[in-house]
Every structure is written in C-alpha cells, then in structure tokens.
C-alpha cells in the first residue's frame, strides 16, 4: 500500500509464529528505508482466517536465551537488529541454560515469546516447553548441534548441521537467515559479512580458508564485555558497509594476538598423556582461548587422537581434535555434553575428574618434537630419530617402497606400520618418544663412523 504525499510506504509479512508484521517508511524499502522503519503494532486478532494469524500487539516481548560464546552471541545481536526494544536476551553456559528456562517457563504470562539459540534443553525442559506450548505460549529453538538433532521432533525446534551446500552452519546465521525470510531483517553487506565470520569461527573453517578477521572477531569478543561488544558491533551494523575493524579495534587486536601466541607456546608445554576408553588424549589445564589452543596442539601432537581442555574451577571440559575418524561430541556425551564433530564440550563430573585429572596427576608432561631441523625430518623415507622417555634410540624407516618399520636400540620391532603416522602414534604412545633436533641426530650417525675413537 503506498501514499504519494511524502512517499510513504506500508510492507507487510507473515512470520512463522503466526503474525502480521507492518513495516512504515518513508521510502521504497531499500536498505536506507529499512533502517528508519518502525513497527506497527495492532492490538487484535484476525478472525477467519484458516491460520489465526495474530497481530503484533503492544505487550508483546520476545525472551531470547543464547550461549555467551561468540556465536550465541551473534544470536543476541542480530535479534536486537531486528526485534530492537521488543527482544530480551540473556546469555547463558551450558551448565545454566536449563535453569533460566525453567524459570522463565515458571513465570510465563503468555503474552511472552521464548526463543533459545545456540544451545539446547534437557529432557525436563523439553516436557515443559511442550506443555507450553500446547498451552498456547509460542516457543522457537534454533541451534546447530549434532547432540540437539533429537529435538527436530518438536514443532518449535529447528535443529540445522550443515547448509544446503554442504557447510556447517552456526547459530547466529540460522538465526539471520530465518528473520530474513520473515521479513523482520533485511540482508546487508555488514550484517552478511558479520554472520559469516561468526560462522566460519564457530565451525573453524576460518583456519582452512585463512580468514583470520573471523578469528580477531573472536579475540576482539573476549577483550571486552558482552555489552561494549554488541554496542560496537550493532553500531557497524547499522550501514550498508563492508564489515571492518577501526584503528584502535585494530591496535588491541595486535597485542592481544601477542598475548595468545605467548599463552599457547606456555601451554605447549603443559601437555599430559593418557590413554582413556581406546583414545590416546592431551590433557591440558587451561581457562582461555580453547578454540585456538586445542587447534594448534591438535597440530603440534598429530598422534594424539583430540585434545581435552581441563577447567577445574569451572568444572567444565573442552574438547578439540583435527582428525575425521574421532567424534568428540560422542566423547562428550558420556560427561553429560555434546556439540560438534570436532569441537565439544562437557561437564568436569567425577568420573571425568578421576579420568582426566586425577590420572595424569603423577605423570610428566610430553616433550615437544625438535622443530626447524633440516636433516632428521618426520615422515623422510630415508628415516627419522627419535628418543625415547627412557632414552631409547628409536628409529623409523620405510622399507623400500612398502610399510614402514621401527628400531629400538637397534632391534627392529616384529610389527610393520602401513604409513608413517601409524608407527609414529605406536612409538609414541609405547616410548613417549619426541623427535631430536638435528645436532643429536648427526652425532648419533657419528657413533657408527669407523673414524670416531
């Protein structure tokens, strides 16, 4: 409906809970006019209609209740771009979410609407959110978590893995997508460029395709609080320009990449060993930067099969691996978590803590492997030395063209390796063994020289 006295513009859209939205502005709405549009709210019901659907009305607020990592809350910001003053948000871990909920649902008058991202509800919450809704309360779930998929059963959960071209999703872009084909957001460059670098850190694509804006999106999250950071990112959201750092967001960024740099070449060197159901896991106590860390000691220690980040204090572990054929949202699970693939989290219970803690309590941190060699290099055909943690001279060579084969002290082991990694993982979970630097690799070659006396 348009009014050609000052150009004024009316939109409407239906949303999936079942109400009209009407959008006035002062014109065509482009993304000038959609930043100056203003609700209409009407206080009634359609009546008639096969669908019911409801107006917006003036008491109505929507409750929204995410995850206080960078994804949940991307959620949180996206839903004040659209929703404005009518949205409520609360960040929560996963330890507290389930609380909030139940408290919200205790209070609920009905003129509210409750929205959860990022994370999902236990089995009670699940009942009562059913009951809820049954009840006529509106309820939506978004969340992208293999660990949630059960909750597709439910008329208000929408639980997405991966997009329609094969990328995992995050949060924050399900949320986005969703509002807009509710028409309650319109895309802009800022606000797509935004959403993706939130998603390519939370699925860690970043690390692939060397996006390293959406890890100092991440860095920038933690510097300051959640309330300074929606302020700022909401304000560049506000224009229909690319998505970029200031000079003083830029500076910061630079000491803090420092800062993390110096965190995990320490934590390096803080890394226990065990073997725990089949897996050979690290085992680290650390508080920060888990993202970061379990990839970068998910790469130093290759023959580890995930990382376990240990938080004692906030009795919560983190769990991180690079390789296909380990799941540790199925590891977490069995600690009351869950999450991705590659990346998830669970509670530090007591079994967890005897495992985890208690276990590697006595042991000796690893060592870590010789780095900058130009001879003794892993994986040469020609072989590699290693030292053991009882100071056995280990070597690895490939047999021709065929399996490889470990000597230790000389004696060659009756077992063969169908790839390097293979006996790699075998000599270092049997010998702790690290790889030597150069200098003790050439006088090792010395020891067999018919002119050394």
Known sequence: MRCLNGGLLVNYHYTRFGEVLLFLSLKPLDTQGLRIMKFIRINYYIVGNANNYLFFRRNMMYHLFSHNDLDGVGCGIIAKLALGNQVSVSYNSIARLNHSVAHFLENATGNERLIITDLSVNEDNEKKINEYVAGGGKALLIDHHKSALHLNEHSWAAVTVEQEDGKLTSATSLLYDYLVEQGLLTKTKSADEFVELVRQYDTWEWDANQNFMA?????????????????????????????????????????????????????????????????????????????????????????????????????????????????????????????HRKASGCNLTEKAFKQFVEQTFYSEPLKRDAYNNQYNLKGSPDGSFYKGKNDEAIFVYQKGKGDWQIKVNQKPLETDFPSFEAAEKYLKKEYFATLVRDAEWIDHLMGFSPYKK
């Open 215 to 339: 890890k100092q999106l991440n860095d920038l999250f933690f510097m300051i609080s959640i309330e300074e950071f929606e302020e700022k990112i909401l304000s560049k959201l506000e224009d229909d320009e690319p998505f970029q750092f200031d000079e003083i967001e830029s500076k910061l960024l630079h000491v803090e990449e420092s800062r993390v740099t110096r965190y995990i070449n320490r934590k390096k060197r803080e890394v226990y060993q065990m073997t725990i159901d089949d897996h050979l896991v690290g085992v680290v106590h650390a508080e920060n930067y888990h993202s970061e860390l379990g990839n970068e000691l998910s790469k130093e220690f290759t023959h580890l099969d995930y990382i376990a980040m240990v938080m004692v204090g906030g009795k919560r572990i983190s769990l991180r691996t690079i390789h296909d054929n380990v799941d540790v949202s199925e590891i977490a699970a069995l600690y009351d978590g869950g999450g």
